[in-house]
């Protein structure tokens, strides 16, 4: 790695870094992807409560929600503006007094988690960053900044992981190992400005996927096979719903399996590969066994679908699904393309979106795709990683067809009857980074078939430009909010 190439992935890290602090302190608590059950259940694993059920939120969290929350994210603007008092409960004097402040208390203790008993290790890392910020001190308002922030560093090692993989898999040129970190400097998925167990699984997800591809392509020692193992099995306890990076795990043994049997070496490489295997199996089946212990439910998750009213759908039926009808799937294809881009906050009730953008990032990653496959197709040098990336992005979201197909999902919301897809692009993070690199990779094979591949760089400074302006113009009446960090200072 040349060292001017270090020191500019090192600077996107900072501004990558510096863009989610001004992002994260603009919104106030709690955004619409269920950023409540989340802070609930940092607050738990901080006081070393560890649920066995599905629980009624904590005392903690019902205490400070009346104070601190808004409804911003889930009232009608008019209704907003006619219902809410002009300034925050915070601000007024024995506000914990009032009978409207009670009232709102006893509501929340009376409400379900329905996060509660999903996988532990990003409420550990969140509870510990939050010990760490009581100790500091840090109370109030502040405090739920305080945990917010640590997206931050999260998300810095998320641009440095991605340079890592993108330097592995094209080593020949700087064109994905700095383009595709500069895009995560403004790429404008939404779920790393709030408390969500998937912005930790985006960088273990991520990191897991570079410990593979190392792991494929060199000859690595015993200690590499163990931490290759301890990462996959992060991810899964991190959130179950990361199955995908399973699919992948068991891929590159096989093809490792393969090559080694092939070259005569089987026996030298199977004690890394065993190692491997149990580095991941034992942490990953010790939660599961405690959950069949515990809960009766070796996922954690039946509790969570009984709650949400989902059935598991019959054989017969799975196929009647729209989504094998031409419209169905472009309709799963573009509201998961356009997740991924944007993710899912809304604001007054109305997604923070912008029509013109969402087509945008619809068409160009379509059309991008579609032209990293024909390269792949015909240059050898660069199939590989293609292959690899479109193996990643493949299997997640086929995750998501397949959860979309199995089940009945009655009267609720999202998924529903009408639109029984899953389309949350938050879901699948893990291939973030193979998506932004055959994106990249589809990019410059047009710019080169156009014969203007000097401009690649040029074209890359204009989508960029245009996801920062757009989220700026759609976050605009977020930053005014009275309930965010930013009025907290003025204040």
Not at 355 to 362: M, S
Request: charged share 15%; proline share 4%.
């Amino acid at each position: 790695m040349k060292l001017n190439e270090t020191r500019l992935v090192i600077l996107l890290c900072i501004l990558a870094g510096i863009r989610v602090l001004i992002f994260t302190a603009a919104f106030p608590f709690f955004n619409n992807v269920d950023e409540g059950a989340h802070f609930d259940m940092i607050c738990r694993y901080a006081a070393g409560d560890i649920p066995n059920r599905l629980e009624h939120y904590s005392e903690e969290i019902a205490a400070l929600t009346p104070l601190y929350a808004t409804r911003e994210y889930y009232t009608d603007w008019f209704d907003f503006i006619r219902s809410e008092p002009a300034m925050p409960f915070w601000t007024f004097p024995n506000v914990t007094a009032s009978e409207l402040y009670k009232e709102a208390k006893a509501i929340m203790l009376g409400m379900t988690n329905h996060d509660s008993t999903q996988a532990p290790l990003y409420y550990l890392m969140a509870g510990g960053w939050y010990d760490v910020g009581k100790l500091a001190g840090i109370r109030g308002l502040m405090l739920f900044y305080w945990v917010r922030f640590l997206n931050i560093p999260i998300y810095m090692a998320l641009v440095w992981v991605t340079h890592l993989i993108a330097r592995k898999l094209s080593p020949a040129s700087n064109w994905l190992s700095l383009g595709v970190p500069a895009m995560l400097v403004v790429f404008p998925q939404d779920v790393f400005y709030g408390l969500n167990s998937d912005v930790l699984a985006a960088l273990l997800g991520t990191w897991s996927l570079y410990m593979l591809i190392v792991y494929l392509l060199e000859n690595r020692g015993m200690g590499f096979c163990l931490l290759t193992g301890l990462s996959v099995a992060a991810v899964l306890l991190t959130k179950i719903t990361y199955l995908p990076v399973l699919a992948i795990f068991a891929g590159v043994l096989v093809v490792k399996m393969a090559r080694s049997r092939r070259k005569g070496e089987f026996g030298k490489y199977a004690p890394g590969m065993i190692a491997m295997v149990m580095a991941a199996a034992i942490p990953v089946g010790a939660w599961l066994l405690r959950n069949q212990l515990v809960l009766g439910d070796i996922t954690g998750c039946h509790t969570k679908i009984v709650r949400l009213g989902w059935t598991v759908k019959p054989l017969a039926e799975v196929f009647h699904h729209p989504i094998f009808t031409p419209g169905g799937a472009v309709h799963f294809w573009s509201e998961v393309t356009i997740s991924l881009w944007r993710g899912e906050l809304v604001w007054h009730t109305v997604r923070i979106a912008t029509p013109i953008a969402d087509v945008f990032y619809l068409l160009s990653s379509s059309a991008f795709l579609v032209a990293a496959a024909v390269l792949a197709w015909k240059r050898k040098d660069s199939r590989f990683a293609s292959v690899m990336n479109f193996l990643v992005l493949g299997i997640s979201v086929a995750f998501l067809a397949g959860l979309s197909l199995i089940y009945d999902f009655h009267n609720c919301r999202y998924p529903s009857r009408d639109l029984p897809y899953f389309t949350s692009g938050r879901l699948i993070l893990g291939a973030l980074v193979p998506f932004l690199m055959l994106y990249l990779t589809g990019l410059g094979a047009i710019m080169d078939w156009l014969r203007v591949g000097r401009l690649r760089w040029v074209a890359l400074g204009l989508i960029l430009t245009i996801a920062l302006v757009s989220e700026i113009l759609i976050t605009r009446t977020v930053f005014a909010s009275n309930y965010n960090l930013y009025y907290l200072l003025r204040h």
